[in-house]
């Protein structure tokens, strides 16, 4: 479905500017149509005459639609339309009704409002509402229509939607919400009951009508800013730290002058609560993947101490093999607990961001600075919880560390070692392929026959533990440097 700019762009005349307004209103109109418990439709002229577009259309949250079915990018000719015409040729407020197939018993009642800017009339609101019962309109009601009806003279004016709006949509408070109407002297006139009890949520007890808003002990700064600067205002006013409430001071315009405003209040003190406890999980994530590191690095250098008492050559090697595995668990962890950024939670990793110290590691390690091998990483694996990150980054160390001991070591005359390693990932799987250009392993090889502890690890973090395959093969370079191609899968954990 085309959007509204879009539909602006293609069936009408309008400039830039005029569907920046357009767009405007579209953003702020849910209040409108709640208030009123009515459709909106906005028609604007196209570039055929005689004929009116629906550019946009939005349901009441008070009420039932009387368009089941999306109106948008329907034409209609002005007799069909003869109350939006008027609108449009008059530049005034129009009322009447108007046949619905949705109406049938009774036509649904219709104010059609000339949207006005800078002078020009560039397109009509009309509010289509079911037709109305017969029972008086209670106070709640009466206060909603009044303000409706203030807000769409100045819409006609051409004051609303306002210029500068610094709302933020996601909070903002819809009428459901609470309101409260507040005269010319800023005495409130009406407040809603959902309205009364944001009031209550923020302390405040005493009786409200007749009182001027700003005698309450409530922060003036929102009311004064709007009223000053006639747009709209919007702060968080807090109580302690349960009770949030948003606050949303929209002036009410005559001309220039402001005659009234409508302060919108909402109650999110759960929304706030929600959000702290969120931030404070992944701050305690973050924090225990910091205390593991450390607790690793403590092993290490206690190895380390071990390893430098002993005598045999192979007992060191191992102790130094098992310090440099412990490095590469606590490395994905000190990951973890740096990953600040938003997309990922205290327990996940972009695997790219672990594979690049991990390299250095290996790197630092074990190639000798007369032969170096040229390590690369290219791909990326995405966002993978830990439970995946660990086994895979110890598997990458095990295998990077085989390159570079069984590929280039063996053979002294190699001088251009390279290792590459691919990541990539798609909805089933993630893939992680290492390959050198090293002596290759034996023609004939399998893994199922090594004895080695270093691929007796991949095996069971990449089979048993997480479902996964190994497939490692000679490729086909020239016989003495065929090169190996080490290729893992592992199936995605999460949907
Ligand atoms: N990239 C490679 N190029 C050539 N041979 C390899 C390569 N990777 C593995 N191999 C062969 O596979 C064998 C098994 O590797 P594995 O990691 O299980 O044991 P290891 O490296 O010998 O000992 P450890 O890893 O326990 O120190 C190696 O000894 C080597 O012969
Ligand atoms: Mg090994």
Known sequence: MASLGELARDRTALDADAIIHIQRLARVWGLLADLRAADLLLFAATTTPGQFVVLGHIRPVTATTTYPTDPIGRTYDRDQ???VATAHDQGRVVEGTLD???????????????????????????????????????????????VFDRLTSMIAE????????EEEQYKAPRVGDGILLLDAELRLTYASPNAVSAIHRLGIHRPLIRRRLNDLDLDPEPLN???????????????????????RCIPLLEGDTVTGVMVGLRDISELRRRDRLLMSKDATIREIHHRVKNNLQTISSLLRLQGRRLESVEARNALAESERRIASIALVHDTLANEGDAETDGDEVSFVKVVRPLVRLVEEGLTSPERPVDIRVSGDAGVLSS?????????????????????????????????????????????LTVTDNGVGVPVGFNIDDQDGLGLAIV???????????????????????AGTVVTIRVPQTRV
């Open 459 to 481: 095996r069971t973090f990449i089979v048993s533990d997480l479902g996964g395959s190994i497939a490692i093969e000679r490729s086909d370079g020239p016989p003495e440097r």
């Open 100 to 146: 619905l197939p949705t109406t049938d018993e009774r036509p649904a009642e219709v104010t059609a409002i000339p949207v006005r800017f800078g002078g020009q009339v560039i397109g009509v609101l009309s509010c289509e509402a079911l037709p109305g019962s017969e029972r008086p309109l209670s106070d709640l009601e009466r206060t909603y229509r009044k």
């Open 387 to 431: 439970d995946v990150v660990m086994p895979l980054a110890v598997t990458l160390t095990e295998v990077l560390q085989n390159a570079v001991e069984h590929a280039f070591a063996a053979d002294p005359s190699i001088d251009d070692g390279t290792v590459l390693v691919a990541l990539g990932a798609d909805d089933r799987q993630i893939t």
């Open 225 to 247: 800013r709007a009223v000053a600067r006639r747009e709209p205002a919007t702060m968080e006013v807090e109580r302690g730290v349960d009770n949030t409430v948003v606050m």
């Open 158 to 165: 051409g004051s609303y939607p306002f210029a500068r709006d």
């Open 81 to 83: 339309r003869n109350l």
